[in-house]
């Protein structure tokens, strides 16, 4: 049954999507903050609106936006790294007052594995998080922000560190000095993986719940970045010599398995 799909943030991971779900013969609207992506967007077939999130008002027409959705995928990250003042949860609790106002009965927030802390240690959907940094800290509330909300059906994503076309952490550590060992390891995922896995909840709109997204091989960072970096044919990070004091956090997708996914594109680029 075809339905009406916004997709808030149409950037490397929601244009996509929305494509995905143009193709399986769904309506799309989806956002961008830039003027020069409207075009781009309108000639895939998406409806293309342009939205500004501030910490007090949308720039735009979100009440147009929102009007008659059947599910809404809110795909904004928290910009902590390139602005430290970003307050992503005043962001949050404004686009949950819009949410309301709009009474969408289906929501997607795609948040990261970064609210469960390094130490940790093995994780799954059952442990509740203990974020280290302020991006998971302020990811944990505004998932709780959007969870309070139980007239309409919420489900959680938290990704492990997305991989895909012009997109892999190893060439931004590629010939770089790291402090640590490389004992710690990687929760990584493809973003083929995650277009589906998205695909399976928006599909299902009477399944709440959280669930993480992260590829089931976890070798150290020393290991995978050393081997990643070869088949690039770039230098590989240094990993200083000495001990760490944990192997980091090890997140385990057990609510989407559950549901009877099965992971399909490997996080070794010579597998692909």
């Not at 830039?34 to 007090?56: P, V, Y």
């Not at 302020?138 to 139980?150: D, S, Y």
Request: charged share 20%.
């Amino acid at each position: 049954m075809s339905k009406t799909i916004g997709v808030l943030g149409c950037g490397w991971l929601g244009t996509p999507l929305a494509e995905t779900l143009l193709a399986s013969g769904n309506r799309v609207r989806g956002s961008t903050t830039r003027k020069e992506k409207i075009n781009s967007l309108s000639g895939k077939g998406i409806d293309a609106f342009l939205l500004r999130l501030g910490d007090h008002e949308i720039e735009g027409n979100p009440e147009e936006f929102l009007e008659g959705l059947d599910c809404l995928v809110v795909n904004i990250p928290p910009g902590i790294r390139k602005d430290p003042k970003a307050d992503f949860i005043s962001r949050i609790r404004l686009v949950e007052t819009y949410l309301q106002k709009a009474v969408i009965p289906h929501l997607v927030f795609v948040s990261s594995t970064s609210v469960y802390g390094e130490s940790q240690g093995s994780v799954t959907e059952a442990d509740h998080p203990l974020p280290d940094s302020q991006t998971g800290e302020q990811l944990l509330q505004g998932e709780n922000i959007l969870l309070e909300n139980t007239a309409r059906t919420t489900q959680i994503i938290r990704p492990g560190g997305l991989i895909g076309p012009d997109r892999h952490p190893v060439f931004t550590l590629s010939g770089k000095n790291i402090n640590s060992d490389g004992r710690e390891r990687v929760n990584l995922v493809r973003r083929k993986d995650l277009l589906n896995i998205l695909s399976l909840l928006i599909a299902n709109p009477n399944l709440s719940g959280t669930f993480n997204a992260v590829f089931p091989e976890h070798p150290s960072k020393h290991e995978y970045y050393t081997k990643e970096a070869n088949h690039f044919r770039i230098p590989p990070p240094v990993y200083s010599a000495g001990p760490t004091n944990t192997k980091g956090k090890k997140v385990g997708s057990s609510a989407i398995k559950a549901l009877g996914y099965s992971f399909a594109h490997s996080i070794w680029s010579s597998e692909l």
